[in-house]
């Protein structure tokens, strides 16, 4: 089966400008989850979805921040305006469960530098 | 989250078997126990997981101490492509990952 799928794979932008990153899950999973890392720290959890709803964005920035899931197929994470200390790689994954007895796919992760 | 903890870093030889040790002492009844590793320039990758018995899969073995407080993922013979972060997660029904600065192992020839 076809993995999760990420692009772009890097994008360079300037502070201020807006970037929309693009996650497509395996086909069928309806959870969708994003993640980031930012230079020298841990893998953090940004948010959560579960078919087009979002179940948990907890550990969504701030509200540069935008996450959609149209329909429940793929999903865009968009930041508007970018700031510096948003560069990191951004990874997305998908699972067929929402519970911790199933494993997690990632994608290869977009790498975002705000210049 | 279940608090762990796991060696900065491991050294292995190829084709020798590697023992991963994660202590994670709070984890809760309900939490599996998940591993996952992170070669250079790629996004996580799942490598198993379990809940209170020992797990097998092609990739890795999975023991479980009885009283859950600790685990060990076990790489029956190493390759260099194994040279990875690999990171020990409790989970439950909250479901989201809460990665640590997990385990780099080294192969060399």
């Known amino acids: 089966e076809a993995g999760v799928t990420q692009f772009p794979s890097h994008s360079v932008i300037e502070k201020g400008q807006t970037v929309t990153l693009r996650c497509d899950p395996i086909?069928?999973?309806?959870?969708l989850y994003w993640y980031r890392r930012v230079m020298g720290k841990e893998i953090k959890f940004l948010l959560h979805f579960v078919k087009e709803s979002k179940q948990d964005e907890s550990g969504m920035p701030n509200n540069r921040f935008l996450a959609e899931r149209t329909g429940g197929t793929y999903s865009t994470l968009k930041v508007q305006p970018a700031e510096l200390e948003d560069s990191g790689v951004y990874f997305c994954a998908s699972s067929q469960r929402d519970s911790g007895g199933y494993g997690y796919t990632f994608g290869s992760g977009t790498r975002l530098t705000v210049v | 989250d279940a608090k762990t903890t796991q060696p900065n870093s491991m050294e292995s030889n190829e084709e020798e078997p590697v023992h991963l040790p994660c202590n994670h002492s709070?984890?809760?009844?309900?939490?599996?126990i998940h591993w996952y590793r992170q070669l250079p320039s790629q996004g996580p990758e799942y490598v198993i997981h379990g809940l209170t018995s020992n797990v097998n899969n092609r990739m890795a073995s999975l023991a479980i101490a009885e009283d859950r407080k600790s685990s060990t993922l076990i790489l029956h013979r190493a390759t260099l492509r194994d040279a990875a972060v690999y990171y020990c997660i409790p989970t439950g029904t909250a479901s989201k990952l809460t990665f640590g600065t997990g385990t780099r192992l080294q192969v060399t020839l």
């Open positions: 086909s069928g999973h309806d959870n």
């Open positions: 709070t984890i809760s009844g309900t939490d599996y």
